[in-house]
């Protein structure tokens, strides 16, 4: 009889993750006493700055649930990921920031090999797979979400959904294709091209994206011109389909999404993670932070917040979604994606980025 690895070690931390969530609520749902530190201190009344390139809404409804069940106060700090980890590299140490979290591994990757990150906690990283986390153990996987082509379906049919991402640089696609190549989202998939094909064939498949499809400045522009027939598809992250469909209601979506074959560079699946700032002073707070984020009443938020991300927490799942996270295929390797600044390199050179 097989056995499903995966399965077996996400059922085992469930009962760590689930003895976590009692450390959180302490004397249950009235919430009149905090959490304490792992060395027994309350941290009640203690607040912690969380710099955050994840979904306001998500995050906001995290963080406030955080604060009802510990005590400890969140300044909340939301914006494009890329930027804020910049900002915390020129910040130093003197930074405010106690807390990093990012849609994407690059920009974690990036402040992981500048030492501006803590250990995360090892009970905190049992909680979900070892292999969506960082494998230093600098950072901890939250949520994953996948690489999808959007089409309009009054344009095309699932079967002429392009099997690979490396097809879009046909010339059948000119003038039907859109693209968003300044969200930090498509970074990930041009880093998995270089890796699959080598620089020179990326910088040629880049440049007949560059030559060839509408450029959007943001994924969200992008499922909207494919949804009205601007375009015929573009590459986005799943969940910017499903926003579009609550938006718009279902009676007014005309397109569909439609997943590249496994194994190919498009069908990315990758991780949000969070991590503790080295140089942050409320290390105990930052780190219950963590733990909450990947305890089973955050994951079920996750599970049923606007975002529509996987969370990784086993027994947790997104019922909305058409496609499973087993399904999607294995998440992608931090150490695989690595900071990106080779792909951002790529694109600047044929000048999809400024």
């Known amino acids: 009889m097989s056995v499903d690895v995966r399965s077996v070690q996400r059922s085992t931390v469930a009962l760590l993750v689930g003895l976590s969530a009692l450390s959180l609520t302490a004397c249950g749902s009235s919430g009149a006493s905090a959490s304490s530190s792992s060395s027994g201190g309350s941290l009640t009344g203690q607040s912690i700055t969380v710099y955050s390139g994840q979904h306001k809404q998500t995050m906001s409804a995290l963080v406030t649930d955080f604060t009802a069940r510990t005590g400890v106060k969140v300044q909340l700090r939301s914006g494009d990921e890329a930027e804020l980890a910049n900002q915390l590299l020129v910040e130093g140490p003197a930074s405010p920031a106690d807390v990093f979290v990012a849609e994407n591994p690059p920009a974690l990757t990036k402040l992981e090999g500048k030492g501006r990150l803590a250990k995360v906690n090892a009970a905190t990283l049992a909680a979900v797979p070892a292999a969506d986390s960082a494998g230093q153990g600098d950072w901890v996987g939250v949520s994953a979400r996948q690489a999808a082509f959007v089409y309009n379906t009054g344009k095309l049919t699932a079967a002429q959904a392009p099997a690979s991402v490396k097809d879009l ?4 696609w000119k003038g039907k294709l859109g693209v968003a190549p300044s969200e930090t989202d498509f970074t990930p998939i041009v ?85 503790v700032l080295s140089s942050g002073r409320h290390q105990a707070a930052a780190q219950a932070f963590l733990a909450y984020l990947v305890s089973k009443p955050a994951q079920q938020i996750i599970a049923t917040s606007e975002s529509y991300e996987y969370p990784l927490l086993a027994g947790v799942q997104d019922s909305r979604l058409t496609r499973s996270l087993q399904d999607s295929g294995p998440v992608a390797s931090a150490a695989d994606l690595g900071d990106g600044s080779a792909a951002l390199q790529l694109m600047q050179s044929v000048g999809l980025l400024s």
């Open 191 to 275: 880093t998995r091209m270089i890796k699959d094909q080598g620089v020179a064939a990326t910088k040629t498949w880049l440049e007949a994206l560059k030559a060839d499809a509408k450029v959007y400045g943001s994924n969200e522009d992008l499922v909207a011109a494919v949804n009205r027939g601007e375009v015929s598809g573009g590459v986005i992250d799943h969940y910017y389909w499903y926003r579009l469909r609550d938006e718009q209601g279902t009676g007014n979506v005309h397109s569909a999404l439609a997943s590249f074959a496994k194994g190919d560079p498009g069908a990315l699946v990758d991780v949000s993670g969070a991590a």
């Open 169 to 172: 640089a046909s010339p059948a």
